[in-house]
């Protein structure tokens, strides 16, 4: 039996669904779709498949989180401004015991000081900041040699 294809499920938060128009000068000009291209290309370059999803309502995130623990290996999420605000998210995320990745396109340091505290954070296993769009090729390819290999905490991924 041959292993199965890792899974990689990309989650984008409150008002992502507006990148290329909004803040273009924070932000840059690349769009949502943009971004799932180069979050796909990626994984398929590793040899993982992905799944992606946007929300702007943090229910929904939430189960989708949930519902990775059965349908994906590792998660990239770049939550917006629920990186700041939302324990919820971090618990769903602490709760899955999957691999998780935390991107942020902007770098959040040089920004507002209430960007600077990530809820997420202390439960990823890897956080890019400031790397822009180019922040999912990162995380993708970081996630996916994390899920060939034994991982750091003891726990092996998964191979079907």
Do not use: K
């Amino acid at each position: 039996m041959s292993p199965r294809t890792p899974s990689i499920l990309v989650i984008n938060g409150p008002n992502l669904n507006l990148l290329g128009s909004r803040e273009p000068d924070v932000y840059g000009t690349e769009t949502l779709d943009d971004v799932v291209r180069l979050a796909s290309d990626a994984a398929r370059a590793q040899g993982c498949a992905t799944t992606t999803m946007q929300s702007n309502h943090e229910g929904e995130i939430i189960d989708a989180i949930h519902a990775a623990r059965t349908t994906a290996d590792g998660i990239v999420i770049n939550a917006g401004a629920l990186t700041h605000t939302s324990i919820a998210v971090r618990d769903a995320l602490a709760g899955v015991d999957l691999p998780v990745v935390e991107v942020h396109i902007s770098n959040v340091h040089r920004r507002e000081e209430f960007r600077h505290h990530s809820f997420i954070s202390a439960v990823a296993d890897a956080v890019i900041v400031g790397a822009g769009v180019d922040g999912y090729r990162l995380a993708v390819d970081h996630l996916a040699r994390q899920l060939r290999t034994d991982r750091p905490d003891g726990r092996t991924p998964t191979t079907g």
